[in-house]
């Protein structure tokens, strides 16, 4: 992941439904703070992940831990070259 604005302090993944355990900033394995916002029907949850307070942005890779439940979702991954944009990756749930 890339961080393109130094006043972005949070990212925010789309989810189908996960039990997230963990979640690390690489590299480093630091532990960062992570909540799952409200279920909105089929279409899933936020999950918002705190970077750290003096993060120095740049490039960053995130290590999620989690399991599935009864209710989820796979989760699936578009290479830059296959979005729009051509430059960021973007990860998605199948519903």
């Known amino acids: 992941m890339t961080q393109v604005s130094p006043s972005a302090k949070v990212v925010v993944l789309d989810s189908g439904s996960p039990i997230i355990d963990s979640v690390q900033l690489l590299p480093g394995n630091q532990e960062l703070?992570?909540?799952?916002?409200?279920?909105?029907g089929d279409i899933g949850e936020a999950v918002k992940i705190s970077l750290p307070?003096?993060?120095?942005?740049?490039?960053?890779k995130l290590r999620i831990y989690y399991t599935t439940g009864m209710k989820a979702a796979a989760f699936n991954w578009l290479d830059e070259g296959d979005t729009t944009g051509g430059k960021m990756p973007y990860m998605y749930t199948m519903c």
Do not use: P
Request: a negative charge; charged letters at 25%.
């Open 33 to 40: 703070e992570f909540s799952m916002g409200a279920s909105v």
């Open 53 to 60: 307070e003096k993060f120095a942005g740049g490039d960053f």
